[in-house]
């Protein structure tokens, strides 16, 4: 669509000033009314398919219901017929109401670090537009830096309820479409596991939303949103105090308590989320008065953990709970257009991490089943064994089980200090499986000879061969 038309006889479009998922948006004029206006037009690659045209359009009588000083105001929507005899195409386009400022998503590229009141009171504004569109029905299910303007005045405008859909359809999951909804770094759990969401949904997308203006960074990072994915379901998020030690403990709480795994476990509504941020602008103690410990997940999800820590075993059999669920197999199935019918042949796994693996069996219309770790001399968090075995052929779908090294089997290192000789020390340290490492004199009050520390110190776990290094006293 060139930007001389006129729609409706009416809106004259000028600049093309956005671009999405699914729809591209322009400045215009309102030549009826004389002002500014915002077009969202359906993108003309898209305007053919049926799926994509009744989302636009869900996404016109969502907005459109919506009259509140914080959300982004519809004033008409219509369709403009594209080409011409069995070629033509309804094309629906939404006006807008047109925002002059920024979005937050452009404040983050640009590195700039936001005040903590101006992040606290951007996110009252967020959760006021969140309280009137929930009171509404309306789940946004979309929230991020995007969908949040900032205009010239300092005012909080959210938009693009591209993906809401009313309360009563909550049945729609993750999974149910021909694209996967929201925006990985600001997925709730549920969403990511392709579970049926709820308000409190939105909620949690607020609460990484907040995590980000405080920080300067998501509370998860990953090479892809798949991985991203994984952490949101497997993985705890750091305090915000650990990026930035000028937050305050009061903060922590109220961002991690939204940010809780279970949707019984966070803010309830809008507004008590809302009141409990303004209630740290006040000064006056919170309702989540201490934040939430860590709970166990669904059924799905294999192992649970308070402290990420990179690609370990540990958080690979979290991950294989996800991909238990239904988002791989609509990935699989959907993405890759196979059908159940058809027959896979196994690939090779050997050596691979579980993201590595995961992402190839995606590719070959497979899923990711059972984790199991298993001590072992290959490195770390690779796979060892799989079943089937690779050349094995299975009906797509179906899944591969794999064994992950979990390294060489641990050790603890035995109490060593006070022993009267190296030798003693030494046989206690074989009988262990350890080794003997360098030994060194240190003056000391202790008697000569005397072991008075070791390294790693006693307790600590260790793979089996490990040297223990010694000091002794030189009397």
């Keep these: 669509m060139n930007d001389n038309r006129k729609l409706a006889n009416r809106y004259e479009l000028g600049d093309l000033i956005g671009r999405g998922g699914m729809a591209e948006v322009f400045e215009a004029v309102d030549t009826r ?5 915002a077009i969202k037009i359906l993108r003309d690659d898209l305007a053919r398919d049926p799926a994509f045209i009744a989302r636009f359009r869900r996404e016109a009588q969502a907005a459109a219901s919506l009259n509140h000083p914080t959300i982004v105001a519809v004033y008409d929507t219509g369709e403009e017929i594209e080409g011409e005899g069995r070629s033509a195409t309804n094309v629906p386009y939404i006006v807008m109401e047109y925002v002059n400022g920024t979005t937050l998503r452009d404040i983050v590229k640009s590195g700039r670090k936001l005040q903590t009141e101006r992040a606290l ?17 309306i789940i946004h299910r979309d929230i991020k830096p995007a969908n949040v303007m900032i205009t010239k005045n300092g005012d909080i405008k959210v938009m693009d309820f591209g993906i809401a859909r009313a309360l ?23 969403q990511a596991r392709g579970e049926s969401v709820d308000a409190r949904s939105d909620l949690y997308s607020a609460g990484v939303l907040l995590y980000e203006l405080l920080t300067g960074e998501p509370p998860f990072s990953g090479d892809s949103p798949v991985s991203v994915a994984y952490q949101h379901v497997s993985e705890y998020a750091p305090a ?33 989320f809302q009141s409990d941020v303004e209630r740290v602008l006040q000064g006056i103690p919170t309702e989540a008065s201490v934040a939430p410990k860590p709970k166990k ?55 691979l991490t579980i993201e590595k693996a995961t992402v190839l069996l995606i590719e070959e219309g497979l899923v990711l089943g059972e984790v199991s770790p298993e001590n072992s001399e290959r490195p770390i968090d690779t796979i060892i064994n799989q079943t089937p075995q690779a050349g094995n052929s299975i009906t797509s779908g179906k899944s591969v089980d794999v064994v992950v090294s979990a390294g060489k089997s641990k050790v603890v290192v035995p109490k060593l200090i006070g022993l009267l000789s190296v030798e003693d020390a030494r046989r206690i340290l074989s009988d262990k499986g350890l080794k003997l490492g360098p030994v060194i004199e240190v003056e000391s009050d202790s008697d000569k000879g005397v072991v008075i520390s070791s390294d790693p110190a006693a307790g600590s776990a260790v793979s089996a061969g490990t040297e223990v290094s010694l000091s002794i006293s030189s009397g």
């Design 240 to 272: 915000p105090s650990t990026l930035d030690s000028q937050i305050p403990d009061v903060i922590d709480t109220v961002v991690l308590h939204a940010l809780a795994k279970s949707p019984d476990d966070r803010y309830q509504t809008a507004e008590d």
């Design 121 to 137: 009171r951007i996110s009252v504004g967020v959760l006021d537009a969140l309280a009137y569109s929930h009171a509404h029905g």
């Design 33 to 37: 009314l004389n002002r500014t206006v």
């Design 168 to 190: 009563a359809d909550t049945k729609a999951t993750m999974t149910g479409g021909s694209t996967v909804l929201g925006t990985a770094h600001y997925l709730s759990p549920e």
């Design 297 to 351: 997940m669904s059924p799905n999800t294999k192992y649970t953990r308070t402290k990420p820590r990179g690609n370990s075993v540990l958080v690979m059999l979290a991950i294989a709970g996800l991909f238990v669920g239904g988002l791989t197999v609509w990935l699989a199935t959907q993405i890759f257009g196979l059908s159940s019918g058809d027959r896979i042949t196994v690939p090779s796994l050997d050596g």
